[in-house]
């Protein structure tokens, strides 16, 4: 969209009038103890007047760039003045009800695939949220009939937040604020951007875990003379479809925020010695299972609990193979001999009779999971075939291990359906008991492995099979669901799993098969990235997470349902840094160093514990933004945490040489 920069204002406003777009503005003011007032506003001039006398004089600047149209907007009190400002941005030839959206990190197409009481269109077509929630502070509209999508993104520096009295209503601000809200609006029939500030969350605000409750509009406070100015920028760019669109819609967002790498606090050595206390500390034998605690633990104490978890949150296997590989390197023999008497007792006690994993022991209040999931058993057998590798290149074998691991095979191959995906969850007896595919590239990732470790083609075949399941349903409908365990919804870790997964398949490929295994393993990595932050979040003092300086740059938020940020990674970095080298994409390798370079900034060490209670146990459901588990809130930690997923991931992405050697 070009305008020519000699176009005043009223100009501009005709042109986007004949290109189908229209924009218009309003303003609310409220009175403490006084119901708010809003008023529109017309363009006339430089100027945003209301037939109203209003206490504000309100400037705007329309300019055209590279990239976009930028709006400003100025707005100066008269007399003390507590005020709510917003714009909308009609898109004519796009009808609402075709129309997709992004907003990164927290809406894709219509969400649809998330409850009723989390942010969908099965609850509005219309949504707007503050900026903090956002991996990118960004809105996106996708026409399919038009092969077209615009944009608005909030230029101005985001530094500072202020604390709310309540969670919904009319509030006053205590203090200052940079977060204004992003969103979209059904306006008659039509798709449009919504924008505005201070934030104004409707027609609900996401509090926490499946709860939505009435709007939250926020007023900020100008004192006489006092001024705000603010920035957007209104792009338009070509797609082909929804994944084209994202893939745009990322590029874009990284070149506008420019997210720099923060100066590493720890080498990846220095970085695994600290988390290896986690190993000494979460060791519990005194059950059949000997395991790292790390689920279900307070982070004011970090008492072991009596939950041993093989996949997800808890990677016990994974962090057994961890430790004693670090053990080895460096002399420990408490860590060595602890790693062996997990694998010991897993290889005796830890199968149910059809030789699946028991995936959840719960010791304290004796009973254990009898429904089981691809994600967990596929974590346990990722777990156990890293640690045969291993030990075959020391020299010893385990051929108890190997039958366990051909018998869990056996299994998946009677799960497999034809079209190549896996039900998310069973039982024993093969029962299905969720037949969602959405976690099926956890599958893949083993299933290669076994290829390469066991040289059985039939593996291989099953792996292609998930692999055309993955690519048929959830990368080429870009519809990345279902893969995080405590969520039924779009979410980060089915992208991430999806371009891993179709990593380890080029990792067994050659030709030109390889070829199109990158090219999907690409565009799958492209919604991964839209989950991470590309700006550092402001928060408001009092706020730890704050005080203690913490930039979320690199972070990535988690799902739809679940609205705060953490450390999940593991080879996601290598992926990133092989696409880079392997299509020549320059953002990936760069992105990549940002994320390596920021995940470790909550690392707990002797006076900077960042409120965890012991050394290396890595924070988990750090909540950036107005949400939380019903603990706590912005700024702070769930009181509940489960670092042993956290350690297991940081530690593959400090490994980052493991998938290659494997191969190799």
Known sequence: MKINLSLTV???ALFLSAQGQEMTQAITLKSPGNHSKKFGLKVDGTNLTSSDNLPVDIQQKIVDGNNGTTIEVTITAKDLVYYNFEKTYKISDYKHDESEFIMPGFWYHKNLRSPKEAPSFATS????VREDRLSTPLTGIFSAQNKSYYSVIRRDELKQDAIAQHQSGEVILSSKT????????????SSALVFGFPYHEAPKTYIRKLTLVPEIIAFEKLEKGETRKLTWEVSKGKANDYSDFVSKIWAYAYDTQKPASLKPDYSNEDAKKILTNFFKESYVDKYDLKYYSGVHMRTDDCASTGSAEIGF???????????????????DQKLKDDANAIFASYLEHGFTKNGFFREFVDYTHNNETDVYSIRRQSEGVFAILNYLNYEKSKGRNHAEWEKKMEKILANFAKLQLADGSFPRKFDDNFVVKDESGGSTPSATLPLTMAYKYFKK?????Q??????YLENEIINKSDYFSSTLDANCEDKEASLYASTAMYYMAMVSKGKEKQHYIDQCMRAAYFCLTWYYTWDVPFAQGQMLGDVGFQSRGWGNVSVENNHIDVFIFEFATVLDWLANERKEARFSEFSNVIKSSMLQLMPVPDHMFNIAKVGYYPEVVQ???????KNGKGFYNDIFAPGWTVASLWQMLS???VEEFFE
């Open 125 to 128: 077509d219309s949504w707007q």
């Open 457 to 461: 083609k039939s593996y291989l075949d």
């Open 463 to 468: 792996a292609k099979k998930s692999a055309d």
């Open 10 to 12: 009223l100009a501009v």
């Open 624 to 630: 950036h933004t107005n949400w939380d588990y019903g």
């Open 178 to 189: 940079d977060l204004g809200f992003t969103g979209f609006k059904n306006e008659d029939g």
């Open 656 to 658: 980052p040489n493991r």
């Open 313 to 331: 949150v808890g990677r016990v296997l994974l962090n057994a193979y961890n430790s004693l590989e670090y053990a080895e390197q460096h002399g």
